[in-house]
Structures are given as C-alpha cells and as structure tokens.
C-alpha cells in the first residue's frame, strides 16, 4: 500500500525552550494589565463578587411552594426514581385535602447529585426546580445531606412555584403544546 511520509518539522533551540509561548503569554498578560480594549482586570474577586450565571445555569435542585404556601410536592417519587446518582430519599406521609401525599422526609445528598435537572423533568407537580445557587460546602458528609427544610429554604429564592408565573401543571402544559403539533392522539 502507497503513503506518504510526513517529515516532522524540526523545533528550533527557541521553541524547544518554550520562548515563543512564554512570550505570547507574557504579551496576553500584559494586555489585560494595562487594560487594552477597555478591559482591566480578569479576576474575579470572589465572595465579594459573583458570576453573572446564565439563564440556563443548573444549581442545587430545590424544592419549592405554591402562591397560597402549600407544599407542592406529593411525594410520587419519580424524580427519586429517575435520579440517575440516587442522591434523594423521600418517606411519604398521608394527607388530608386535595393532594393524598406530601413528603415526611425528602432529603438530597449533595455530594452524589451531579446537577443533571432529571429531577426537575420529570416532577409532574413542577415541586423542584434546578436553582442558582452553587455554593455548596460543609465540614461533614451529613451537613451535605440537604433535608426539606433546606431545600425549601433554597427554594424560596425562587419564589412562590418557582418563579414560574403560569403555574399550570407540566403535564398539562406538555399535552396542551403536543395537541397543538398534532402529537400523542391516536
Ligand atoms: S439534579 Fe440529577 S442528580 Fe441531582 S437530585 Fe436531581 S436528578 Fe438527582
Ligand atoms: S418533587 Fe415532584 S417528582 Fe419528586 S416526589 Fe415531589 S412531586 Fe414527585
């Protein structure tokens, strides 16, 4: 079989001793340090301040209330299902009303939830939502087991169902836009 054989270009004594890119990286620094372009600065200088997150930024899973306080979760848990980690444990309680359930006990392990939203997809209630925040830390596994009143906590930076001003439930909303495009009727 034909090839061709490539001769590799031989480095200079420069090269070989990084010059080049040293110098690039040098000039790149300086331009940020003077400020060229009206840009001064690239450090961030954190806590003090913070990233301006995009839209689609997914922290901690939080949980979350309607507009009268109710919890909105009914402790089906499918998103304890789904959750490909298992980092929730939820224990249901009956209760009386409209709804049957609402969780005992709903507990996220933040050190095994790797921030994917499935929780989020999957909640028929729209009960937990993906929120800003990002700062998790603690000196023990157990501070890192975020109970309900915690997640509720986080939650409420969301504001009431989530800061979703049309609380219509998901699977409404998702059979109303599939009716729309004609899908899912036999
Ligand atoms: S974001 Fe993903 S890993 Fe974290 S609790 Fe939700 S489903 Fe589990
Ligand atoms: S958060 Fe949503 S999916 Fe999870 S148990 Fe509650 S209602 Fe069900």
Known sequence: MAYVK??????????RMYLPAIMK??????KHFVGVGGRKGVTLQYPDEKWELPAFYRGVPSLVKDTAGREKCVACSLCEFVCPPRAISIIPREI?????KAPEVFDIDMLRCIFCGYCEEVCPE?????????????????ELVFDKTRLYEIGSTLGPDGGTPDAEKKWERLSREQSAQGLGED
């Open 6 to 15: 490539v001769k590799r270009r031989e480095l200079t004594f420069a090269e």
């Open 25 to 30: 990286g040098m000039a790149l620094t300086f």
């Open 96 to 100: 009386e009303g409209v709804v049957e």
């Open 126 to 142: 729209e009960a937990i939502f993906m929120s800003k925040e990002y700062e998790v830390c603690g000196e023990t596994r157990e």
